[in-house]
């Protein structure tokens, strides 16, 4: 049985063998070089310097070494991890993430972190001790599982957040305690909301995670358009949806009533919703000089729901968000931009 107190160090050595440089192992791009942590603790970094990484979306003290490490396997996904890490004298400190499949994923946010322990990489643990050491805890958002050990002058804390389909583990063992709460106290997750941007539909708008691509028809005046649709979810508010879609209108259509078309969508839309009489309903709205529409909906249940709808030169756009948070709803779609 492994020590609680030696966390940090089975869990480092398992992800990359401790081993800066080893054989195998690759630099990422933007680490810095590695040659400076394997200097010796005189030539060490200190906390106070601030080290972002590009591919890692997160930002932490210390500056850290990077490089790809051994895969490990939790729940028959085997998953690969990325691991930065630094010593500062006796102390190490570290960052290790990887992107969990929607196999993995589909599990949960909980189940996800404690799927773990069901991992080789955790079997050497007594998790009927470790259990009683381990406390929720938060990071903004994102949401988090800590466990932290102190004996013979060590402490030791790893603390695990998933932000949307990746996990991340922040390692500190060290000497002092108040460096080791500095370190993980310090990590910083880039914002998890993103711009998607569509070539061929000519718009970007900001999401949680990338969308899923759902194309359907749509039928106007006896013409079938295709109606090129997206899908976007959020891990942490599993009852969003950022739905947003565009259709190119044929030669042959030419709506002398850009109004009627704006209807005659809402209509299909808002009938899937079971709230047709809304079409008749929509607020006039504009995005630059594309004319649309606005409809609001809120359900018994508490969600609610906006859709808009623009027409461009020739080309349609829909919008349709449904989330229990005004600040989601305004986020997705206040970002929608087209050139």
């Given at each position: 049985?492994?020590?609680?107190s030696?966390?940090?160090?089975i869990?480092?050595?398992?992800?990359?063998?401790?081993?800066?440089?080893?054989?195998g192992?690759t630099?990422?791009?933007?680490?810095?070089?590695?040659?400076?942590f394997?200097?010796?603790?005189?030539?060490a970094p200190?906390?106070?310097?601030?080290?972002?990484?590009e591919?890692?979306?997160?930002s932490?003290?210390?500056?850290?070494g990077?490089?790809?490490?051994?895969p490990?396997t939790?729940?028959?996904?085997?998953?690969?991890w990325?691991?930065?890490?630094a010593?500062q004298?006796?102390?190490?400190y570290?960052?290790?993430y990887t992107?969990l499949?929607?196999?993995?994923?589909a599990?949960?946010?909980?189940?996800?972190i404690?799927?773990?322990?069901?991992?080789p990489f955790w079997?050497?643990?007594d998790?009927?001790?470790?259990?009683?050491?381990?406390q929720?805890v938060?990071?903004?958002d994102v949401?988090?599982?800590?466990?932290?050990h102190?004996a013979?002058?060590?402490?030791?804390?790893v603390?695990?957040?998933?932000?949307n389909r990746?996990?991340?583990?922040?390692?500190?063992?060290?000497t002092?305690?108040h460096?080791a709460?500095?370190?993980?106290?310090?990590?910083?997750?880039?914002d998890?909301?993103?711009?998607?941007?569509?070539?061929?539909?000519?718009f970007s708008?900001?999401?949680?995670?990338?969308?899923?691509?759902t194309?359907?028809?749509?039928?106007y005046?006896g013409?079938t358009?295709?109606?090129?649709?997206y899908v976007?979810?959020?891990l942490?508010?599993?009852?969003?949806?950022?739905g947003?879609?565009?259709?190119?209108?044929?030669?042959s259509?030419n709506?002398?009533?850009?109004d009627?078309l704006?209807?005659?969508?809402a209509?299909?839309v808002?009938t899937?919703?079971?709230?047709?009489?809304?079409?008749?309903?929509?607020?006039?709205?504009?995005?630059?000089?594309m004319?649309g529409?606005?409809?609001l909906?809120?359900?018994p249940?508490g969600q609610s729901?906006v859709?808009?709808?623009y027409?461009?030169?020739r080309?349609l756009?829909?919008?349709l968000?449904?989330?229990?948070?005004?600040?989601n709803?305004?986020?997705?779609?206040?970002?929608?931009?087209?050139?």
């Amino acid at each position: 049985m492994v020590k609680p107190s030696r966390i940090v160090t089975i869990l480092l050595a398992g992800l990359a063998g401790w081993g800066l440089g080893t054989a195998g192992h690759t630099a990422e791009p933007d680490g810095v070089g590695t040659d400076l942590f394997l200097a010796q603790a005189a030539s060490a970094p200190s906390l106070g310097q601030r080290f972002q990484s590009e591919s890692g979306r997160y930002s932490v003290l210390v500056p850290l070494g990077t490089q790809a490490t051994s895969p490990t396997t939790v729940n028959g996904q085997t998953l690969t991890w990325t691991v930065s890490t630094a010593r500062q004298g006796d102390s190490v400190y570290g960052v290790a993430y990887t992107d969990l499949p929607l196999e993995v994923l589909a599990m949960g946010q909980e189940a996800v972190i404690e799927s773990l322990k069901a991992s080789p990489f955790w079997a050497e643990f007594d998790w009927e001790a470790l259990g009683n050491r381990g406390q929720r805890v938060s990071l903004g958002d994102v949401p988090g599982i800590e466990f932290v050990h102190l004996a013979e002058g060590r402490t030791s804390v790893v603390r695990f957040f998933l932000a949307n389909r990746r996990l991340y583990a922040v390692m500190a063992s060290a000497t002092d305690l108040h460096s080791a709460n500095q370190f993980v106290a310090s990590f910083a997750i880039d914002d998890l909301w993103r711009p998607f941007v569509s070539e061929a539909g000519q718009f970007s708008v900001d999401l949680p995670m990338a969308p899923v691509f759902t194309p359907q028809q749509v039928t106007y005046q006896g013409t079938t358009l295709d109606w090129w649709q997206y899908v976007g979810y959020n891990l942490y508010a599993p009852g969003d949806r950022y739905g947003f879609a565009y259709a190119d209108l044929p030669s042959s259509l030419n709506p002398q009533d850009p109004d009627a078309l704006l209807q005659a969508v809402a209509t299909l839309v808002l009938t899937e919703l079971d709230a047709p009489h809304l079409a008749t309903q929509g607020t006039v709205i504009a995005l630059g000089e594309m004319p649309g529409r606005e409809y609001l909906l809120t359900k018994p249940d508490g969600q609610s729901y906006v859709l808009r709808l623009y027409l461009g030169d020739r080309r349609l756009y829909g919008l349709l968000a449904t989330s229990d948070s005004l600040g989601n709803l305004d986020r997705f779609l206040s970002s929608f931009q087209v050139p």
